[in-house]
């Protein structure tokens, strides 16, 4: 005998899975698990636990320093004192004439004006002269020693204030660019004396510990190297 008649507008019902249906699709997976790990080998019985398992923690340590470098010889040469130094040069050609009788004299007086750049040549540094802790945010540097760059004469100021040749004497013509060079000579000289080398590292410090100030570090040590005496 048939069951009564269903509305076939009804709304369906939802039931949620059967235990029995479940365990049965739970046995079907397994099966197609075990399946395919029987047709790939035993191989990939080990591999797979493993690709579940938590990464290792990492072992890579920060080393901040080589942007610290970078940074550092991005500046190239750090001019850090220019000195103003003006010297006399009184310089003379002694000539023999008439068989060594007479003495012709050709002399000029130079009054020279120049200027002595100072600085540290920031491409020395290398990787080893620069340190950073991380956990304490200490910066430590060795930089090379300051170093002349460049010594000028100043065209407009420089100029020969007397120039006498005698009667029997002959024109040196190359007395004046002499006088220039023994100028030159004498004012890096004079640039050199006193505390002017301890002024130029003075100078660098505070702008080299600004620099890593921003870069990071909560504190800069500085020291000083001979030039010459390594580095990169």
Do not use: C
């Not at 269903?6 to 365990?23: I, K």
């Not at 550092?72 to 001019?79: A, F, K, V």
């Not at 000195?83 to 130079?110: I, N, P, Y």
């Amino acid at each position: 005998m048939e069951g009564p008649l269903q509305d076939p507008y009804a709304p369906v019902a939802v039931h949620p899975p059967r235990p029995r249906a479940q365990a049965g699709r739970a046995a079907r997976i397994a099966l197609l698990v075990v399946a395919l790990f029987a047709s790939v080998g035993f191989g990939a019985l080990v591999v797979a636990p493993r690709l579940g398992a938590p990464a290792p923690s990492s072992g890579v340590v920060a080393r901040p320093s080589p942007a610290l470098v970078i940074a550092i010889r991005d500046l190239s040469r750090l001019e850090t004192t220019e000195v103003h130094v003006e010297k006399v040069v009184d310089l003379a050609d002694r000539q023999s004439r008439l068989f060594g009788l007479v003495q012709a004299t050709d002399a000029l007086l130079l009054v020279a004006v120049g200027h002595v750049t100072i600085g540290v040549d920031l491409a020395r540094i290398g990787e080893g002269d620069v340190a950073m802790d991380p956990e304490t945010g200490v910066a430590r540097l060795t930089l090379p020693a300051p170093e002349v760059f460049s010594t000028r004469l100043d065209e407009d100021e420089t100029y020969v204030y007397t120039r006498s040749t005698s009667l029997l004497a002959r024109r040196n013509e190359q007395l004046e660019a002499r006088a220039r060079k023994e100028a030159t000579a004498a004012i890096e000289k004079a640039a050199l004396e006193g505390n002017v080398m301890a002024r130029a590292k003075a100078q660098a410090e505070r702008q080299i510990t600004a620099l890593a100030t921003q870069l990071g570090a909560k504190r800069v040590e500085i020291r000083w190297r001979e030039v010459g005496g390594g580095g990169g």
